[in-house]
């Protein structure tokens, strides 16, 4: 089952308690703290284009990669409506290719968790390097163990909507620190019946010690992990945490 092939059609009705409007206000309070002002930013697992459009209506170039056909497709035709210039690729975050560097890499909507194994986290973390200009930064946001283990755990969610619904199951297997999230959905066509659609998604998290590991490895500098919109620490029961690291100058 193909991650998010059937949840592109729904991804925005069911995810609306998001406030996009502040996950943007915290990337511009980030960047002020960073003394950047950043003109050209790609966005790894941009999805529907949620930031990535709110970003291109400041001014900024913006580059979106994702894997879902479906999700860029939804990106796409935002963009096209709010009469946005941005530049969308279909690919895989462990191979993206870019056509030059930018300013800043961001993977938010933690993105990152969804890359399970070691080896290709570490490769996704050399190629921002190899496409970040001289001291540019990745921004990206992870869900932590704690959410994993104490919020999702093996906890069942559900919503329902005028006619679309969905049963959301999670299992974390601690020794593996993997999180399935198992889906389905439930959408109405144009005569009143309803399509069931399955997905299962997984998400490993990842111990900062780790993360400052594969920013070493690629040659960046580990600069800051912050608990979710604040500048504190992370503690010991963040749901999410912010990590920044710097290109060194190639």
Request: aromatic letters at 14%; charged letters at 30%; one cysteine or more.
């Amino acid at each position: 089952m193909e991650a998010y092939s059937g949840f592109a059609e729904v991804y925005d009705r069911f995810m609306n308690d998001i406030n996009y409007d502040e996950w943007v206000e915290y990337l511009h309070r980030l960047w002020e703290k960073l003394n950047i002002n950043p003109k050209l930013i790609a966005e790894l697992g941009c999805g529907t284009g949620n930031i990535t459009g709110r970003l291109a209506k400041e001014g900024r170039e913006m580059i979106g990669i994702d894997l879902s056909d479906e999700m860029l497709s939804v990106a796409k035709q935002k963009a096209e409506e709010e009469g946005l210039n941005i530049l969308y690729l279909c690919q895989d975050m462990c191979e993206f290719e870019l056509y030059g560097t930018v300013d800043v890499v961001l993977s938010l909507c933690d993105s990152m968790n969804y890359i399970t194994e070691k080896d290709d986290l570490a490769e996704v973390f050399k190629l921002v390097n190899n496409y970040l200009e001289p001291n540019g930064y990745f921004i990206f946001d992870i869900n932590t163990e704690h959410k994993f283990k104490n919020v999702l755990g093996e906890n069942t969610f559900g919503e329902t909507d005028e006619d679309a619904a969905y049963i959301w199951q999670n299992c974390y297997d601690e020794e593996e620190k993997i999180n399935e999230y198992y889906v389905n959905f439930f959408l109405a066509d144009k005569n009143g019946r309803y399509q069931r659609i399955e997905e299962c998604h997984y998400e490993r998290a990842y111990s900062i010690e780790e993360i400052k590991e594969f920013i070493e490895e690629s040659k960046m500098k580990f600069i800051a992990a912050y608990d979710a919109f604040t500048f504190d620490a992370p503690r010991k029961d963040s749901d999410r945490i912010y990590i920044i690291a710097q290109e060194c100058g190639k």
